[in-house]
């Protein structure tokens, strides 16, 4: 288990270093463990180096690990609903929603001696604070469904993670040839109930936006013709009765309107590519390049006859619409459906400064995060002013599988 960039839980890591220090421990063997994570084969925590190491503090060196022993919290559905009972019979189902989702680990800490596991307990409390910098966000943690077979299709990944009871120790075992091992449970709670898996590998390519078709358009003049199919009991004898004007929708002044040149981009993802019971949702980064691209479209279609994504591009039907103004030079543009949230990071004097653009909707109203709840294929249109778009600029769109149990 890691949180916040840190591995917390590592028991191939835990079990090749007592094991090497004599300390007889036993665990189901996860061989493919240091390759998934990206590691060379566990043996010395010194070398590799182990999470916790410090040079600097001497004890370190006596820990040796933290072994998963039990978790439960993944197998728990968080759906619940409040019924309203009506007037007469039955009741109002009301909206079906997700409460948190919280985790609760039983794990072992492997010590030589008894200061090595007053280090180890000092660590884990530290690593589990998580990160200094998100406040009442919390952080991702990443945990392997099983162990991992062929790189990281068993990674799993959840949100807005935060320590929600802090460890505990419940017992300590003196082992006769020296070493301790300590009995340790604590408790974390995700923010945001579902459990992601990795990207589809079908949704992994970059497409060059300087290569894109270029047309002259206004992408939000469409959506003044666009209708909806009238009430087939409707009597043409009896119109209802017109209704009041609507007063105008406020726009922001920044929002861009009016024809323009675009170059037009399109993303392709088959049915076939898209799991079948899981609910996906996407992850969409565009690198902007040598120069600041303006103007910004994306839009998305389903397309469940896999037909060229060209000519199923009817604005009127698109999914989601998302209009960003400005993106600055050789900025890279993150809209994450897991996290629900928008990040733009770009260089500066002083490093890399990050911020949190504007999402607009269609002409200008609130944008709202699609989540695909079967597979229907997917045309994703990534476009932007034509005198903008750096011949070296491009854009991902990828789909996130999540589930409620795992």
Do not use: K
Request: glycine share 8%; aromatic share 6%.
């Amino acid at each position: 288990m890691d949180l916040a960039g840190t591995e917390v839980i590592n028991s191939a890591r835990a079990h090749a270093y007592a094991t090497a220090s004599g300390i007889p421990i036993t665990c189901e063997p996860c061989p493919e463990v240091p390759a998934a994570v990206g590691d060379m084969p566990y043996w010395d925590l010194r070398q590799d180096p182990a999470p916790w190491f410090d040079p600097a503090i001497r004890e370190s060196s006596g820990f040796l690990g933290v072994l998963g022993q039990t978790v439960a919290g993944f197998d728990t559905n968080p759906i619940e609903r409040t019924p309203s009972q009506l007037v007469g019979d039955g009741a109002a189902l009301g909206v079906l929603r997700r409460t948190h989702r919280e985790i609760a680990y039983t794990v072992l800490l492997v010590a030589a001696d008894p200061a090595a596991l007053s280090y180890g307990l000092e660590w884990l409390a530290s690593a589990l604070r998580g990160s200094a910098c998100t406040a009442c966000a919390g952080d991702e943690m990443c945990v392997f469904a099983s162990c991992p077979i062929d790189g990281t299709s068993e990674l799993r990944h959840l949100y807005d993670v935060g320590l929600l009871d802090g460890p505990q120790v419940t017992a300590t075992l003196r082992l006769t040839g020296g070493g301790l091992i300590a009995t340790v449970t604590f408790a974390l709670a995700a923010g945001r109930p579902f459990i992601f898996r990795e990207p589809l590998a079908a949704s992994a390519d970059w497409v060059d936006l300087g290569e894109g078709l270029v047309v002259d358009l206004d992408p939000d003049t469409v959506h003044d013709y666009c209708q909806d199919p009238p009430p087939c009991t409707q009597d043409p004898d009896c119109p209802p009765p017109a209704l009041p004007p609507r007063p105008p929708v406020p726009v922001d002044a920044c929002y861009p309107t009016g024809v323009a040149t675009f170059r037009a981009q399109v993303v392709s993802l088959g049915v076939l590519d898209q799991p079948q019971w899981l609910e996906t949702v996407p992850l969409i980064e565009v690198m902007t390049g040598t120069s600041a691209i303006r103007r910004l479209v994306l839009r998305g279609w389903a397309n469940p006859q896999g037909i060229d994504c060209f000519d199923v591009s009817d604005p009127c039907q698109a999914c989601w619409h998302i209009t960003i103004p400005y993106l600055p030079a050789r900025s890279i543009l993150t809209v994450d459906g897991r996290l629900q949230r928008a990040v733009v990071e770009c260089p500066s004097q002083v490093g890399t400064a990050t911020d949190t653009p504007t999402l607009y909707g269609p002409q200008g109203t609130s944008f709202t995060w699609p989540v695909f709840p079967c597979p229907s294929g997917l045309c994703v249109e990534v476009m932007a002013m034509a005198d903008t778009v750096a011949p070296d600029a491009r854009a991902r769109v990828q789909l996130i599988p999540r589930s409620d149990m795992g």
